[in-house]
């Protein structure tokens, strides 16, 4: 088998989540996973420490992605059009494969306490990358760590929704994650 | 040993987060918390089903609370001000011992992934049970669950800020999270 193994990270994502919602995640072991993708077990490894791991494959691009968005939106944008601009930047990554697995992933979710940490943890990484991009554009803490929570919930909101809508009606993630903040921006005035 | 004794959950409690910070989470052994603070093995058993659980034996009794304070807040409270309501009802059952654990049970998280994956469930569970309460009061779903988020956030910046103060100048928690949920709530005005 070829050390280079194109599309293998993903096939091994894929693969994960399938096992995890058949059977359960503590039934999972990785020469299974490893299986399914039809790749050996070292090919995992070099991909992932461990089989949780698997389910926070993107989190890291994702954190990239969102902190630069803000990071390259214009010098007058706010606070929130700033992580509109994270999650415009974000979604333009997302395609028809992170669609498919949102139903699938939520599902292995719900079923493990360990991967509900696992995700808790996803999201707090998520809200410091973007807090951190707007404390560097000079947006000052209480206000940068505010907008990156709505960021946040929106991006969550708007890609359950993405995933769970029409398949025929696709109006991409970006449309569904600005809805959501746009949604959250209201809230914020009937707060107090 | 009696079967009944008092006083022996706080003592595991303090027992457990002096060895995760001296000796580190991994290395500390449920034996070992036991015998730190004078009891058995299985009296451990009876108050927590592991090592991990010692570190959220508040959690569900400062849910309780929180959501307590949110239902019991005046019809005419708006959405911020039965969260304060949920935090001041919260705080006033943190004593000298909350205090005094929070540094050592930061520097405890700080150290350990899995505690952090654990510490992030549980803030989201804090959330759940404020938005919860919050729903149940007749407040929408966007707002609720910002409300809910900026309490969350409001109670770990005040405990954190109550934890670190003089000692001789306790203002109490309630004051430091109701100011930062007064400051956070002034940054919403600055998002947009």
Redesign the interface.
Known sequence: MARWEPGAKQRLVVAAVDLFTEQGYDATTVAQIAERAGVTRSTFFRHFTDKREVLVAGQETLSQLLAEGIAQAPATA????AVAAGLERASSEMGPMNRALGPRLKAAVAAS?EL???D??K??GLAAAMSHALVARGV?D??A???A??GV?AFKRGYTQWSEADRDDDLGLAHHALAALE??????S???
């Open positions: 706010s606070p929130l059009e306490t509900q940490e696992r808790a943890l999201s707090v000052p209480p206000t760590q505010l907008a929570e709505l919930l949604d959250l921006r209201v809230a914020t009937t707060l107090s």
